[in-house]
């Protein structure tokens, strides 16, 4: 992605031009750069100035579902119902760095630093994850541990790996969503901004096998199946080619 415009000056035209096609007549409607040289130069400068700051605005053009290195945080609340199940259970929720856990909030929330490759209208691609989140009866020592979360935007899923206590970590499809365009906010690609995508905290929906992990960890999950767990919003900028 240029972020840079190279401007070009054609003395003999009398045409400056942006790198990006941008052309400024110095002729037709426009002042002559025929006079003295100061005249000239004063021209010039101000040819200059107009280009670069219809430049500094103009939208660099992205092919509709092009796909974009991306990176940002996700963040995933437990749903009040899902908090209120836990601590009456007295699961205690923590975070694993990377991740970090905000319980300043009427739930406990984790922050999941992210990266990935996502369309600019979220209808495809992907996130991957680092840190994970775990959860822990303080009666006798039960727990669920979810890492490695992976968001895919085609499928509307999120898959997590789930350990129970000792076991071997294994994928879990944890939960599904859906995507209304009006909680997405998106800043297209220009010559001053690298562009942008911010997600409203979305409903998810406990999938079979994400409340069967739950049931194995503590004899229940904390929402039935088919109920909203926890939901997630997200803020990402595109990765500029160049960094």
């Given at each position: 992605?240029?972020?840079?415009?190279?401007?070009?000056?054609?003395?003999?035209?009398?045409?400056v031009?942006?790198?990006?096609?941008?052309?400024?007549?110095?002729?037709?409607?426009?002042?002559?750069?025929?006079?003295?040289?100061?005249?000239?130069?004063?021209?010039?400068?101000?040819?200059?100035?107009?280009?670069?700051?219809?430049?500094?605005?103009?939208?660099?053009?992205?092919?509709?579902?092009?796909?974009?290195?991306?990176?940002?945080?996700?963040?995933?609340?437990?749903?009040?119902?899902?908090?209120?199940?836990?601590?009456?259970?007295?699961?205690?929720v923590?975070?694993?760095?990377?991740?970090?856990?905000?319980?300043?909030?009427?739930?406990?929330?984790?922050q999941?630093?992210?990266?990935?490759?996502?369309?600019?209208?979220?209808?495809?691609?992907?996130?991957?994850?680092?840190?994970?989140?775990?959860?822990?009866?303080?009666?006798?020592?039960?727990?669920?541990?979810l890492?490695?979360?992976?968001g895919?935007?085609?499928?509307?899923?999120?898959?997590?790996?789930?350990?129970?206590?000792?076991?071997?970590?294994?994928?879990?499809?944890?939960?599904?969503?859906?995507?209304?365009?009006?909680?997405?906010?998106v800043?297209?690609?220009?010559?001053?901004?690298?562009?942008?995508?911010?997600?409203?905290p979305?409903?998810?929906?406990?999938?079979?096998?994400?409340?069967?992990?739950?049931?194995?960890?503590?004899?229940?999950?904390?929402v039935?199946?088919?109920?909203?767990?926890?939901?997630?919003?997200?803020?990402?900028?595109?990765?500029?080619?160049?960094?």
């Amino acid at each position: 992605m240029e972020l840079i415009t190279r401007i070009r000056v054609n003395l003999t035209s009398g045409n400056v031009t942006s790198h990006g096609g941008i052309v400024v007549s110095l002729h037709a409607g426009g002042p002559s750069m025929k006079g003295s040289p100061m005249r000239r130069r004063a021209v010039l400068a101000t040819a200059l100035v107009s280009a670069s700051a219809v430049a500094s605005t103009a939208v660099v053009a992205v092919a509709a579902g092009a796909e974009l290195p991306v990176a940002g945080v996700v963040t995933w609340c437990l749903s009040p119902a899902a908090a209120q199940h836990l601590a009456a259970d007295g699961v205690v929720v923590s975070a694993g760095a990377p991740a970090a856990l905000d319980s300043s909030g009427a739930t406990p929330c984790v922050q999941w630093p992210m990266k990935g490759s996502i369309s600019l209208d979220v209808s495809s691609g992907s996130w991957a994850s680092d840190g994970d989140v775990s959860f822990t009866r303080a009666s006798d020592g039960r727990s669920l541990r979810l890492s490695q979360a992976h968001g895919d935007l085609a499928q509307q899923t999120m898959t997590v790996e789930a350990a129970v206590g000792g076991e071997a970590a294994r994928s879990v499809e944890l939960s599904t969503h859906s995507i209304d365009m009006k909680d997405i906010a998106v800043t297209m690609p220009s010559l001053n901004s690298s562009g942008s995508v911010e997600a409203k905290p979305l409903g998810t929906v406990l999938t079979a096998d994400g409340a069967a992990v739950f049931t194995e960890a503590f004899g229940a999950p904390p929402v039935p199946g088919g109920d909203i767990p926890a939901t997630v919003a997200g803020r990402v900028d595109v990765v500029p080619a160049f960094s």
